[in-house]
């Protein structure tokens, strides 16, 4: 066990849907990232929230969003879903905002199936 | 753009053999590196991190790592592998002020298939 909380492990629903990925970091860790695992792209940075503020933005498309609550959990919200965003999302943790000696502690993941 | 490269998609060793996982980034300065491992179902576990110092560097599970500044390689080694080392290794850099890359960038990643 990592310590990173990840709900659901696995989630199957239809193309047009909206899911909701919930994490909770490592006890301490102020720091959030989301990531998304796919076959073809590998593993993609999507969003960073430190502290409830985001922090960097990467490959993340409008129809998603997230956010960090003042209890330093995270939800990452998939909205009007398509076939093309199955893939596994990951959640890490990092006691720390910005540094490249941040050790991330990923949690096991939430595999998303679009039918 | 800084990155990662991972040459090898796909190798398979015989239990009991050595191993050697091939790494080479891309970036300006020194960087932080890490390798992490994702078995079967699981999330990614860090084995190893080099900051500074020393560039040879041990990890969890009898993994090591070389860090070559003259040929931009952390490569992971292994003298004897395990069965249970089959999983897909992932390597990475870390990054002060990524933007929108993040903190870390991985490589693409090589999986580790062993032959009793």
């Known amino acids: 066990d990592s310590g990173v909380t990840q709900t659901p492990k696995h989630l199957i629903t239809a193309t047009g849907q909206r899911v909701t990925l919930r994490c909770s970091p490592r006890?301490?860790?102020?720091?959030v990232y989301w990531y998304q695992q796919s076959l073809d792209q590998g593993l993609q940075f999507l969003i960073q929230y430190y502290n409830g503020e985001e922090r960097a933005k990467g490959n993340i498309l409008e129809r998603f969003s997230a956010q960090q609550f003042p209890d330093l959990h995270s939800e990452l919200n998939l909205s009007s879903l398509e076939l093309g965003d199955s893939a596994l999302y990951f959640c890490a943790s990092s006691p720390r905002r910005n540094s490249g000696a941040n050790v991330l502690t990923f949690g096991a993941g939430s595999r998303l199936t679009v039918l | 753009a800084q990155s990662v490269t991972q040459p090898d998609i796909h190798i398979t060793v015989s239990e009991g053999a050595s191993l050697e996982l091939r790494c080479n980034y891309s970036?300006?300065?020194?960087?932080?590196l890490f390798w992490y491992v994702q078995s079967p179902g699981q999330g990614l576990q860090l084995l190893l991190k080099y900051f500074s110092g020393d560039t040879l560097v041990q990890g969890i599970k009898g993994f090591e790592a070389e860090f070559k500044r003259s040929q931009s390689s952390f490569n992971l080694r292994k003298p004897s592998v395990h069965w249970s080392d089959a999983a897909e290794y992932f390597c990475a850099v870390g990054l002060n002020y990524g933007g929108s890359q993040g903190n870390l960038i991985f490589g693409k990643g090589t999986k580790l298939s062993v032959k009793p």
């Open positions: 970036y300006g300065a020194t960087p932080y």
């Open positions: 006890s301490g860790d102020l720091s």
